[in-house]
């Protein structure tokens, strides 16, 4: 996948621009995914080319559906800081087929400014808004504070009963097995 030109704008906040990737953007997206502490609660790290490969897979998902992992943008520098995003859960054996997850990621050195709460809240708005989802679940590994933080931040509620043995994580990291599960329902879809 060519990620050369222009990126297409998802949404803007006060500080983020939220877009597709762009090839400048690689190096950040391979430093998360190499970066132990940002990694932390996965069982794996990516190459380089792992990483290159997972980008393209991302990019090419949000021009074809308009869904996938967003690039952030700080509008005050115009650099890459991380990604979050709405996708297909891709969980079949979890979740119905058309369950979207929102999910993020932030390179290290941007954690604690409130960027990822700040996107996260925009783009539910756009998922129930613009592209009138029902609804949007998040999930974690349970000792996954700083992420399940987020969770709450943005309003989402947890669903105990929803709580899931991750089917892609190895048996060599039980740890990282289990994962706690939050949801936001649209206001359209919520008793009156």
Request: net charge negative.
């Given at each position: ?6 990126p ?9 621009l ?16 190499a ?6 609660f ?58 979207v ?14 960027y ?11 998922a ?15 000792a996954?504070?700083?992420s ?13 009963q929803?709580d ?12 990282l ?16």
């Amino acid at each position: 996948m060519n990620l050369a030109g222009r990126p297409a704008i998802i949404l803007e906040t006060d500080r983020l621009l939220v877009r597709s990737w762009i090839e400048t953007d690689r190096n950040l997206f391979r430093e998360i995914n190499a970066d132990a502490k940002v990694m932390e609660f996965f069982a794996f790290r990516r190459s380089h080319e792992e990483a290159d490969a997972l980008l393209d897979k991302v990019n090419g998902s949000i021009e074809d559906t308009g869904l996938g992992f967003y690039a952030l943008e700080l509008k005050a520098t115009a650099e890459p800081i991380g990604f979050c995003g709405l996708s297909l859960a891709n969980l079949p054996d979890i979740f119905p087929v058309e369950t979207v997850e929102i999910g993020w990621r932030l390179a290290t050195r941007f954690w604690g400014h409130g960027y990822v709460t700040e996107a996260a809240r925009a783009l539910l708005d756009f998922a129930f808004v613009e592209k009138r989802m029902a609804a949007v679940l998040a999930f974690a590994v349970a000792a996954n504070h700083r992420s399940t933080g987020v969770m709450e931040r943005i309003g989402m509620s947890r669903c105990p009963q929803m709580d899931f043995d991750h089917p892609r994580v190895p048996e060599s990291h039980p740890q990282l097995r289990r994962h706690v599960v939050y949801a936001a329902v649209s206001e359209a879809m919520k008793p009156a």
